[in-house]
């Protein structure tokens, strides 16, 4: 026995719209995906500009007033699957019970690690004699420019740097 009723069989229009779809659908997450990989691309850098990079760089009970000490940071940086390790050598200078400064210990004028000369009180350059008071000031040779002064804060006992 026939069924004459049976299902209607897919009209090539039908199949035609199925696929203008279908290719539609896979156009638009072709799209989305690339524009959330560009969106990311462009944004990501941005973001990780605007985070903030403190760094636990001693203990203000571990300073000595008025006389700087050298610490050295430990930067990570990571890029990608990359990741870097940077050291930079600041020092920290405690001139009150809770107030520090932090000096970039590079030299304006060369590029040369400055130290702290105690018997003379200053920051001294073993390159071309510049020498620094103990705000990263100039007192003498050719610096052009007082030390960087970095940006650090107080919490509890420990001194952070910003980076
Ligand atoms: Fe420091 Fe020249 S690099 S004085």
Redesign the pocket.
Known sequence: MMNSESAPTPTPTTRRRFLSRAITTIHTAIVGVIGIIAGGAVTSPVLERAKENWLPAGRVSDLPENDPLAVTLRIVREDGYTVTVDRRTVFLVRTGASVVTALDST?T????RVSWDTSAQVLR?P????TYDRTGKVMS???PAPLTTLVARIEGDQVLVQI
């Not at 390159?127 to 510049?130: A, E, L, T």
């Open positions: 030299c004028h060369l590029g040369c350059c390159c071309h004699g510049g040779g050719p610096p």
